[in-house]
Every structure is written in C-alpha cells, then in structure tokens.
C-alpha cells in the first residue's frame, strides 16, 4: 500500500449536517481512516457571503491539508456552491463537492412538481441556477429556502414543537402546490427526515445526495489508485470549533456509530 492510500480522508461541513454524508461515506468506505470537520462556531452558513464561507473553507483545508489528507469532501451544499471552484484550484487532491438532488428527483417525479429546501445560500448561487436550467425541461421546481433549520439540527434537535412547526411552515406551501417528490438540499435536513416524513404524504419521495456522494467518491479514490487496502475497519475522528457544552453529545448522537471507531477531538480553532 502506498503512504497516500493509508491517508485519511476529510469530511466538512459548516456544522454537524455532513454528518449524514459521513454515514453514508462509512457504509461505502468500511476501511478509511475519515476525520470529519464541523466548523460549528461558524455554522450557520446559509446567509453568509461567499468570500466568508470561501474564507472559512480556505481555513479548514489549510488545516487538513497538513494532516495530510488525500482527498477532501465538502459535505455542504452552501460551501460547494460557494467555493468549490477556489478550492479545486488551489489543492491537489480530488476534492468531492455537494449539489442539491434535482436530477435523481426529475427522474423521479411522475406529476413533475418538484419541491427543493435548502439554504438561501444554495438557492441564490449561480451554481444553482446552472443545475436548476440544465434539469429544468418540462418539470416545475418550488424552491423553499428554510431559515433556522440548521441552528436546530446544531443543537441536537431533530423533533421539538419549535421545530415541527418551522417545518410546517416551509413544507406547507410545497403541499399546496401538490409536489409528489422532495430534494433535501442540505445536509442537515436529512437528519429532520422522520420528522419531514410526518408532515407529508407517504407517497412524496424525498431524496437526498449522501449515498450518491460516497458511491462517487469510492469512483474516484478508486481511479486515482487512492482505495485503502487495510483489512481492519477505518477509525472517525471528529473536530469541531463549537462553543456549545453539548456539542460531543449531539455529535455522538448524529453518529450513532460504533464507539470503538469514535474519538471526540473537542475545539481545534
Ligand atoms: N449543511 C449545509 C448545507 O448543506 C448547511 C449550510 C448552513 O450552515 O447554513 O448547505
């Protein structure tokens, strides 16, 4: 095996969200070493600029990068569309990024009413609008930026009154407009899908892009000759920058993991 086989793998977000990427990563990818980034301190992204977030990405890369990370994946859709193209520039290795799920739901989609939440950030980006026109044919897309979503999930809360009526309020109006599929076009709201679920009709599909992103992944780490061929299942590290006493429990609790496989690193920067 190569040294740079044997190298972790980074996972970021600006808070816990990627988290639910990361699971899917594991499940793909039993054997990695991954160190997962939750720039919490930072978190919420969805209403910053994208010299703020491309800041903080730059920030989080320069710290992976001297760990010797060998790819990294930017588990944040906001991040993704704000700066992917900056980072991919300025860094070597494969770098894996995040697109709301609109083509597997125009695939889906048999009444072709499409609902999208995600951050304004996302919304708003050229990124967006690229993928939204390059998918766009007969099929009609609602987009629902969802304000205070991600500051719950950061807090652990995945099912308070607080929070299902915040959900109700966004989800509502897509109802109306008799959506029959659902893109979680952040990844923290995939961690709200049980409670998404509940306020919806069983036949909506709701789709988002973890799997997709580890099965893109395990593609490329593959066609560079960067798969770790260790026969003993990979450790998870977690960092975060969070000011919250709780933040090792939230985190543990996202996870759900093994704790064998589980270290908590407490505050980095
Ligand atoms: N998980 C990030 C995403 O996928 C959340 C953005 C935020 O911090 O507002 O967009």
Redesign the pocket.
């Known amino acids: 095996m190569t040294p740079s086989q044997n190298n972790p793998i980074g996972v970021i977000?600006?808070?816990v969200?990627?988290i639910s990427v990361l699971k899917s990563i594991r499940k793909y990818l039993p054997y990695e070493k991954l160190i997962y980034v939750a720039d919490s301190k930072y978190?919420?992204?969805?209403e910053k600029s994208s010299e703020d977030i491309t800041h903080r990405m730059l920030t989080i890369f320069e710290f992976l990068n001297k760990i010797k990370v060998k790819s990294i994946v930017v588990?944040?859709?906001?991040?993704t569309a704000a700066s992917i193209g900056t980072l991919r520039n300025q860094f070597n290795f494969p770098i894996v990024g995040?697109e709301p799920a609109v083509k597997p739901a125009s695939l889906l989609s048999k009444n072709r009413v499409v609902g999208i939440l995600?951050?304004s950030?996302?919304l708003l980006s050229a990124k967006f609008a690229a993928l939204l026109e390059h998918h766009a044919n007969d099929i009609h897309f609602i987009t629902q930026p969802c304000f205070g979503l991600?500051e719950l999930v950061e807090q652990g809360d995945l099912e308070s009154v607080k929070l299902t009526t915040l959900l109700k309020k966004y989800i509502d109006p897509l109802l109306k407009e008799n959506i029959d599929t659902l893109v979680l076009?952040?990844?923290?709201y995939s961690f709200l899908k049980p409670a998404i679920q509940n306020l919806m009709p069983s036949y909506i599909n709701i789709v988002d892009t973890g799997d997709a992103v580890a099965v893109y992944l395990k593609h490329v780490l593959i066609e560079k000759n960067l798969l770790n061929h260790d026969i003993l299942p990979g450790i998870t590290d977690f960092w975060t920058n969070s000011l919250d006493q709780n933040a090792d429990k939230v985190i543990t609790s996202l996870w759900g993991g093994d704790p064998i496989s589980f270290n908590y690193k407490g505050l980095w920067i």
């Open positions: 977000d600006s808070g969200g990627g978190a919420p992204y969805g588990a944040c859709n906001t991040a995040m995600a951050t950030g996302t991600v076009g952040c990844t923290h």
